[in-house]
């Protein structure tokens, strides 16, 4: 069993997890019949890659393990998901500041993920990049109809944009897990990713009349296990089925 890969996948398979589940928290509340449904097709889509993800893990881990094991009976410092996606859902422009900034790294991530030396990864990313693709569209148009719309609706996304900053940097972050899969072709170096994500960043929020956050310090610790106290209340809710009934399947 490859230590190193399993624990890189969960560093890229646990982000669509979370993010998942926070969105699937909106399912009914959205501001409109369309948005609420995009956000719960956009849900269905990280969920639609952590499952594929998870099925190489359970493969790679053999014995009883499958995807729901994987999914819901870890314990908190096993998710290796950044801290920016348990963010809770405050109101729709944090849902969407949050979707923003990470929807350009995970496009960025995907597209170098797709001439991975591992097949079932680069798998993955060329069928998930298509997905992706649609999430950045979706987010960065709203990150422009709000900041660029009435003044509450600006201060609401910059507030926003401006708390969530502080999340951004982590996403660049690499463990020793990561930093061996990039020395073996099969993982990505986000650190190269970076100068180029803030790059396309800037470009919307300067099309939305946003001003782009300027901080020295950053969040950190998700990529470790070291979580926000949002992670624990997400888990509760998520793995409640499958601990309260072990063994259940669908």
């Not at 890659?49 to 881990?61: D, I």
């Not at 900041?147 to 660049?172: K, M, N, P, V």
């Amino acid at each position: 069993m490859n230590n190193n890969l399993i624990q890189y996948i969960f560093g890229i398979a646990d982000n669509s997890l979370i993010l998942g589940q926070r969105l699937g928290e909106l399912c009914g509340h959205g501001p409109s019949i369309e948005t609420d449904i995009a956000l719960t097709n956009i849900s269905l889509d990280l969920f639609g890659q952590t499952r594929s993800y998870f099925q190489y893990v359970a493969q790679l881990q053999g014995g009883d393990a499958n995807e729901d094991t994987v999914a819901f009976l870890r314990l908190e410092r096993d998710y290796k998901n950044v801290l920016l996606l348990e963010q809770p859902n405050k109101d729709f422009g944090y849902v969407m500041a949050r979707q923003f900034l990470f929807d350009v790294y995970h496009y960025l991530l995907l597209e170098k993920l797709q001439y991975s030396t591992d097949e079932t990864i680069n798998a993955i990313a060329k069928k998930s990049i298509k997905e992706v693709s649609y999430h950045l569209r979706f987010s960065s148009d709203w990150i422009k109809r709000l900041g660029d719309g009435t003044d509450e609706s600006h201060r609401r996304i910059q507030e926003a944009i401006d708390y969530l900053w502080a999340y951004t940097d982590e996403l660049f972050h690499q463990t020793d897990a990561d930093k061996a899969m990039v020395a073996e072709g099969v993982g990505v170096d986000v650190t190269l990713l970076k100068a180029d994500y803030y790059a396309r960043v800037s470009e919307v929020l300067e099309e939305a009349t946003l001003n782009t956050p300027v901080l020295e310090y950053f969040q950190k610790g998700g990529k470790k296990g070291i979580h926000s106290e949002h992670m624990g209340f997400i888990l509760t809710e998520m793995q409640y089925m499958q601990r309260t009934f072990p063994n259940m399947t669908w």
